[in-house]
C-alpha cells in the first residue's frame, strides 16, 4: 500500500513538469499547442508530417477519450484513491506527450516555412 502514494506522487510530478514545459516563457502558447492538433493530424494523414503516426495520433485520442470517460479500468467508487492513480498516470503520459509532440510541431512548421516544397532539412 505504501507503493500507492508513490505512484500518485509520480504522476501528479510528470503532470506539473508537463504543464511547467507548456506554459514555459517563450515556448508555444497552451492555445497554439491546442490549435495546432487538427494541422497536426491533417499532415499526418497527407504524409507531409513523418516525425508522428497515424498510430500514435490514435494513441493520444484513445488516452483523452480514456481521461474524460465515465467508463474506468479502475474505477473510483470500487476502489477508491486507487482508481484515481490510473487516471493520473494516463494523463501524464498524455500532457507530456502532447507538449512533445506540439513542440515538435511547430518547429517542422516553423522550419517548413523556410524551405523549398520537398526538400528535407536534418
Known amino acids: ?10 504522476a501528479m510530478r ?10 514555459d516563457p517563450g515556448g508555444p502558447a ?17 504524409g507531409d508530417y513523418d516525425e508522428v503516426t497515424a498510430g ?16 474506468d479500468l479502475l474505477p473510483e467508487a470500487l476502489v477508491g484513491v486507487i482508481g484515481l492513480a490510473d487516471d493520473a498516470v494516463v494523463l501524464a503520459w498524455l500532457a507530456k506527450t502532447l507538449t512533445t509532440d506540439t513542440d515538435r510541431f511547430l518547429e517542422w ?6 524551405t523549398v516544397r520537398g526538400e528535407r532539412i536534418s
Do not use: F
Not at 492555445?31 to 487538427?38: D, G, N, S, V
Not at 500514435?56 to 474524460?68: E, G, I, P
Not at 512548421?109 to 523556410?114: F, I, K, Y
Open 56 to 71: 500514435h495520433l490514435a494513441l493520444l485520442a484513445a488516452a483523452a477519450a480514456y481521461v474524460v470517460s465515465p467508463v
Open 109 to 114: 512548421e516553423r522550419r517548413r516555412g523556410h
Open 1 to 10: 500500500m505504501a507503493r500507492l502514494p508513490n505512484l500518485r506522487w509520480s
Open 30 to 46: 497552451i492555445t497554439a499547442r491546442i490549435a495546432c492538433l487538427p494541422r497536426m493530424t491533417k499532415a499526418v494523414a497527407r
Open 14 to 23: 510528470r503532470i506539473s513538469d508537463a504543464l511547467q514545459e507548456a506554459a
